[in-house]
């Protein structure tokens, strides 16, 4: 009975701003141990959704229940609680530079008492071997690494609280192709490892075929296409083949002044 329960299940979900409606009746499931990818044109509302998962946007209509439990309809300290639950790698790493990388990878452990420094420091550690880097690492501030490396102590921080929920914005923009890569096995590997369920956005195919099981397309606010992520190139969807393939021409039109 649980099993059948997705991990995250969305629906008729609305968000405006203003008189600029940006969801328009989202309806999504995310099996447990799913890893999603949402693609979309820029502006799209992908960061919108994401952002209404996590608590951080409050939208006007419509439900987000993770497993099970409305998250709309929960209290304030319940909603944080279950953002705490969500490891979050962001578009450009979002470092602290102020702080050394073992304090960036433990911050969210540090703030809700869950280690004290010193084990902090050890914990840190070892999260940094899994992704790939030298605990020494941990010594360095993020203005002494490179974006790669960036991105492996994002990815870092957000698996080190060992998350049911992971989510990725742009996890490989910003990289080469092949730093992009590594950063996607990785990513594949921590998911694995930690039996997470994912959600990640991206203007990646390369990535998004990488890293997804499932995929989905974004478009005027709604959902218009759904479907295994290895079939994102040939998806028989006119939108989301001229997306795929960045053609110029095809039934989706470039609203320039926006
Ligand atoms: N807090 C806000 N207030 C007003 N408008 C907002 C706010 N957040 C997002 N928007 C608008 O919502 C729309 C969708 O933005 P969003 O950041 O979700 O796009 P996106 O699909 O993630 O784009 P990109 O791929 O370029 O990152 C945009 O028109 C944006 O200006």
Known sequence: MTSALPKIRIRDLHKSFGSKKVLDGINLDVPQGTSFVIIGGSGSGK??????????????????EIDGENILTATDKRREALRGEIGMLFQNAALFD??????????????????????????????????????????????????????????ARAIAATPDIL???????????????VIDGLIVDC??????????????????????????????????WQGPASSLMNSGNAMVDQFTHGRREGPITMELRK
């Open 191 to 224: 998911v694995k490892k930690l039996g997470s369920t994912a959600i990640a956005i991206t203007h990646d195919m390369a990535s998004a075929q990488r890293i997804g099981d499932e995929a989905a397309m974004l478009y005027k606010g709604q959902l218009i």
């Open 47 to 64: 960061s919108v959704l994401l952002r209404c998962i996590l608590g951080l946007i409050i939208p006007d209509s419509g439900s987000i």
């Open 98 to 155: 102020s702080l050394p990388v073992w304090e960036n990878v433990t911050f969210g452990l540090l703030a809700r008492k869950r280690l004290k420094r010193p084990e902090a420091r050890d914990h840190a550690g070892t999260i940094l071997a899994q992704v790939g880097l030298d605990p020494s690492v941990g010594d360095l501030y993020p203005s002494e690494l490179s974006g790669g490396m960036q991105k492996r102590v994002g990815l």
């Open 167 to 181: 989510f990725f914005d742009e996890p490989t923009t910003g990289l080469d192709p092949i730093m992009g890569a």
